[in-house]
């Protein structure tokens, strides 16, 4: 048994509702940025199940027990992805299912890992009550990126528990072999929308995907409304809501290799809701102290070039991650190198067209200084952005959604951040208009195509459809 030290917090938040539109800064005193060194607590994870809400799962408000469910079966991590090394002096607390921290919670099942915790699903013996316990590394570097992550979480959920936002529920110190580690709790949620959407066989309504947009759209207005930026938005750390009943399976479950969820992802009215979350390397957008380092793959151009650090960065992000989620295609790949870094850029300009260095020249980094040559311009040739975004989209959505896509994916990444949609006008877009059910033919799209290889622009997957004279070629970004 685990001894029990230190803080405990138990959070009571008001109740799940839609939050106020009035903008509020935060408190001045809230240390929300990480480390730059700490990655994003997601990297790395294999699936975790990482909360729950019992409440309306949908943005509408209707419940999702009275819609049909439809088993999905995904592969369980095993504890043993976790590596012996990361047990050393500094590293993880030794946990097995059975094993009760702090007094209170007893551990049923491991959900995953990041670069800094281990993730488990666990029940509080008084109550009942799940839920996802995040138990961090023991060195000071990480318990130092815990403690911002949960000031972060208090200061999101200050005023109101957004629905679309992951419910932070408390935390407490815990002293496994004299070591001190932070156990952060939250709600159990499904699957990532990355598993469910790319792995899954399964067509998608594309009134599910707008829908799906739609509410993180909400999520990302609401933090930037309160100064706080999440800069890691990607589909690993958008989870899918599953209901009490379908936790408690799982709970309950002897199936150590796979976990069923239960969802309705295919039909026209579905009621999925998704929630982000993992906002440890999220900041306040007045920070300067702390440089994270976003997801390479989803990464803004002014985040590599530049000591800027805005709004705009989480808008980038959202229009990579609404090309991926509507295609199954990433717009741009990305190694895991600092190298990379600039033959990432190169991949940039190929696929999204020439870079300006004019724009990124008030704050830029030293190393990147010379990097744009002579013609102050990172330029790979004029790509058709829209011919090849509208042909991507075509494979899932009919033709005008396809044209209305590429239109909205594109505004959300300009390379100058001011000319990006912010998440309130991306909110207004017509292409997030819920279909007519009748326009859309399901059984005409194919379940999944291809990932192209690594390195390879998602461009050179498609182009203008021949003969398509209401696709017209743009002309991409000017160095001039």
């Not at 829209?386 to 494979?395: I, M, Q, Y």
Request: glycine letters at 6%; charged letters at 25%.
């Amino acid at each position: 048994m685990s001894k029990r030290i230190g803080l405990h917090t138990d959070t009571n938040y008001p109740e799940t509702r839609e939050p106020s539109p009035k903008r509020s800064r935060p408190d001045p005193s809230a240390e929300s940025g990480l480390n730059p060194d700490v990655p994003s607590t997601s990297a790395g994870i294999t699936e975790p199940l990482s909360t729950v809400t019992p409440q309306s799962t949908s943005d509408e408000g209707s419940t999702q027990s009275a819609l049909p469910m439809k088993s999905y079966n995904m592969r369980a991590p095993p504890i043993s992805s976790i590596s012996k090394e990361v047990y050393d002096k500094g590293g993880l607390p030794r946990i097995e299912p059975g094993k009760v921290l702090n007094d209170e919670y007893t551990v049923l099942r491991f959900l995953g890992r990041g670069t800094y915790s281990s993730i488990w699903l666990s029940k509080k013996n008084d109550s009942g009550e799940y839920n996802a316990m995040k138990i961090t590394r023991s060195a000071s570097l990480y318990r130092t990126a815990a403690e911002r992550e949960i000031e972060t979480m208090r200061l999101i959920q200050k005023e109101v528990q957004h629905k679309n936002i992951v419910k932070y529920l408390g935390d407490f110190e815990m002293l496994e072999n004299e070591m001190k580690h932070h156990a952060l709790r939250f709600e159990v949620l499904g699957p990532t929308v990355d598993k469910v959407f790319h792995q899954s066989q399964q067509t998608f309504h594309p009134n599910v995907l707008k829908s799906v947009i739609r509410q993180l759209l909400e999520a990302v207005k609401y933090i930037h409304g309160i100064n706080v930026v999440h800069m890691d938005i990607k589909p690993n750390n958008v989870m899918i809501v599953i209901s009490e009943e379908n936790i408690r399976e799982i709970a309950n479950s002897k199936n150590v290799e796979s976990t069923d969820y239960r969802m309705d992802l295919t039909s026209a009215d579905s009621k999925i809701t998704v929630k982000l979350g993992d906002f440890g390397i999220a900041f306040d957008k007045g920070s300067s102290v702390h440089r994270p380092r976003p997801t390479c793959t989803y990464r803004a151009p002014e985040s590599f070039l530049t000591t800027t650090i805005d709004f705009p960065i989480d808008m980038w992000s959202m229009g990579c991650m609404i090309h991926k989620i509507v295609t199954r295609h990433s717009v741009l790949k990305c190694g895991e190198t600092e190298e990379h870094e600039k033959t990432h850029l190169l991949n940039m300009a190929e696929t999204l067209g020439p870079i300006p260095g004019a724009l990124f020249q008030n704050s830029q980094r030293p190393e990147y200084n010379d990097y744009f040559g002579v013609k102050d311009c990172i330029d790979r040739g004029t790509p058709d952005v829209h011919g090849n975004f509208v042909k991507a989209a075509s494979e899932y959505l009919n033709h005008e959604d396809a044209l209305s896509f590429s239109e909205f994916t594109r505004r959300c990444l300009k390379y100058d951040p001011k000319e990006r949609l912010t998440a309130a006008e991306a909110l207004d877009d017509k292409f997030l208009v819920p279909n007519e059910v009748d326009l859309v033919h399901e059984n005409e799209i194919p379940p999944h195509p291809t990932e192209p290889a690594v390195g390879q622009p998602a461009a050179s997957q498609s182009s203008a459809t021949p003969g398509d004279t209401s696709v017209q070629k743009e002309s991409s970004t000017s160095c001039q």
